[in-house]
């Protein structure tokens, strides 16, 4: 069983930025692709960012690319999410997933282990 733990989530004003951390209890994404989703209040959860086992691959949606950055640590079991020039729309709370194949998916079902969410608020 891997757990996965969110840090880094606050308030922040309109054009700020955070980094989140997602710290895994186990080497078990070993080989496995790390991802980022959001769930704003009434919303359905949305993909944010993956990233492959390497690193070298890194996919994300449409309304962040060019303001968040992917990335992670294999030596630390970490993977982060870079967040600048935030937008109001940006709040929700980010979740951090695993799954063990390598294709970069961005959908919810094909992720095995969810870690239990870090709110962000961004202020106009």
């Known amino acids: 069983q891997v757990h996965l733990v969110e840090s880094g989530g606050g308030l922040v004003q309109a054009g700020g930025s955070l980094r989140l951390s997602c710290a895994a209890s186990a080497r078990t994404f070993s080989g496995g692709t790390m991802a980022w989703f959001r769930q704003a209040p009434g919303k359905e959860r949305e993909f944010v960012a993956a990233?492959?086992?390497?690193?070298?691959?890194?996919v994300y949606t449409d309304s962040v690319k060019g303001r968040f950055t992917i990335s992670r640590d294999n030596a630390e079991n970490t993977v982060y999410l870079q967040m600048n020039s935030l937008k109001p729309e940006d709040t929700a709370v980010y979740y951090c997933a695993a799954r063990q194949g390598t294709s970069l998916s961005d959908t919810v079902p094909r992720y095995d282990y969810w870690g239990q969410g870090t709110q962000v608020t961004v202020s106009s």
């Open positions: 990233i492959s086992w390497s690193g070298a691959r890194t």
